[in-house]
Structures are given as structure tokens and as C-alpha cells.
């Protein structure tokens, strides 16, 4: 079984749904920079507030602050994890594989969810996050609108501020600029696993399951 995983892709190709749902099968932990920034941005905190500046328009948020991030997450919990939304450039890849070589753990696998730009614009477009316990939820489609209570905690439903259309932009071209490349960095190192996340989220996860339970590496 696969333990040390990431997951690639697009602002809304679905990685905080699959993560979540590889977290609860799997039992493993998912760290995602994105939703620790938020949190420590909400408690104002020196990280959160040096690192809101960029997530509030879009933009990536300087390297070594993630790295810090990932290293302090990586020094208070046990060798397995999926990390949601990192590396999301060479430079994040390269100081990961540096700190996981030295603990001896390398990557097992990388997903790569690969979504159109209409599926991102959809997603987006419906997608409302809760206030409270952060989980994302689509409208239509979990829950009826913005005004309805979270499904999982009952707090209030809201936009993601950074889902903001002209903020998306700038994500997606961050995205494609910095990002992108990292699928031919894990291709080049045999870790890269592609799957189309054009799909709903169960079909998406059944390929999930069976690439993580066929591709025994221990
Ligand atoms: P996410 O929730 O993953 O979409 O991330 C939200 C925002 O947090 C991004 O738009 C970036 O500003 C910041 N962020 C999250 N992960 C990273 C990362 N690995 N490198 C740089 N910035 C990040």
C-alpha cells in the first residue's frame, strides 16, 4: 500500500473531495498548505498574515514559507500523508524530495487530476466552502444554496473569497506557469499517475483506489 503520496492538479479539479475521501479509507492524514494558510490567516498569526498577501490575490505564496510549513508538519506527525495542493513549483518539489530523502521516506506515488478549463469554470461557479470545518460543497449538487447550513457541521456555507473570477484567473496562470511542470518532473521519476477528473467524484476515486491498492510498493 502506498503511504507517502501527492496530489496534483487545477484550482477545482476535485483534490480536497479526493483527498478527504482518501483520508477516510485510506486512514491517512492530508495536509493541504492551502487550508493551513486560511486558518492561521484567520488567527492572524505572523505566518498567516505574511503568506495572506499572495493567497488573497491568487498568487503563490513564496516557497520557502511553504517549505517551512510542510518541514514543521512533517516534524509533528508519522512518514504517511497525501498532500493536497504541494509542491505546486520545481522549486517546493525539489526541497521535498530533499527532506524526504534525508528521512529516508521517498514519495511513493503522485495523482494528477487533469480537469478542462469548462470543468473548472462549473465547479467553481457552484462551489461554496464552510465557515466552520472548511469542507467544500457544490451547489445542485450537496447542497441547495448559499444560505444552507453545512451538511457535515450546520455553519454557514460561503464563497471562497479566492474563487473570485478575476483571483481565479490569476490562480489558473499561476497554475499553468509554475505548476504544470511539475507533471513532467514526477513523469521523469516514474511517480506520475494521470487520471481524468472531467468525472464525478466516485468514479474519479474508484481509479484512485485501485492505481493505490495495485501499485503495492510494500
Ligand atoms: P488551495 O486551497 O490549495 O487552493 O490554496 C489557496 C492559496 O494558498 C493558493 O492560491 C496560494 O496562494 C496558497 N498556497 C497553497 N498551497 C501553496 C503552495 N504549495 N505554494 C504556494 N502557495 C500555496
Redesign the pocket.
Known amino acids: 500500500m502506498k503511504r507517502r503520496l501527492v496530489l496534483l492538479g487545477p484550482?477545482a479539479s476535485g483534490?480536497?473531495t479526493q483527498g478527504q475521501l482518501i483520508r477516510e479509507k485510506f486512514k491517512l492524514a492530508a495536509p493541504?498548505?492551502?487550508?493551513i494558510?486560511?486558518d492561521e490567516l484567520k488567527a492572524k498569526s505572523e505566518l498567516g498574515v505574511a503568506?495572506g498577501k499572495?493567497?488573497n490575490e491568487?498568487?503563490?505564496?513564496?516557497?520557502e514559507?511553504?517549505v517551512q510549513l510542510v518541514r514543521r508538519w512533517l516534524d509533528t506527525h508519522n512518514g504517511s500523508f497525501i498532500f493536497?495542493?504541494?509542491?505546486?513549483?520545481i522549486g517546493?518539489a525539489d526541497a521535498f524530495e530533499e527532506v524526504l530523502e534525508k528521512r529516508q521516506t521517498p514519495l511513493d506515488t503522485v495523482l494528477s487530476l487533469e480537469a478542462d478549463q469548462e470543468t473548472i469554470e462549473r465547479r467553481i461557479s457552484r462551489r461554496v466552502v464552510c465557515s466552520i470545518c472548511e469542507s467544500s460543497f457544490s451547489i445542485g449538487f450537496h447542497v441547495e444554496s448559499v444560505d444552507s447550513p453545512c451538511p457535515r457541521c450546520g455553519g454557514d456555507l460561503q464563497r471562497r473569497r479566492?474563487d473570485a473570477p478575476e483571483i481565479l484567473k490569476a490562480?489558473l496562470e499561476?497554475y499553468r506557469q509554475k505548476t504544470e511542470p511539475l507533471v513532467a518532473y514526477y513523469d521523469e521519476r516514474g511517480l506520475l499517475n494521470r487520471i481524468d477528473a472531467n468525472r464525478s467524484p466516485g468514479v474519479i476515486f474508484a481509479d484512485i483506489v485501485h492505481i493505490l491498492s495495485t501499485n503495492d510498493s510494500d
Open positions: 484550482p483534490k480536497g493541504s498548505p492551502g487550508a494558510l486560511r503568506a499572495f493567497a491568487g498568487r503563490l505564496v513564496p516557497d514559507l511553504i493536497d495542493g504541494f509542491p505546486r513549483t517546493q479566492d490562480r499561476e
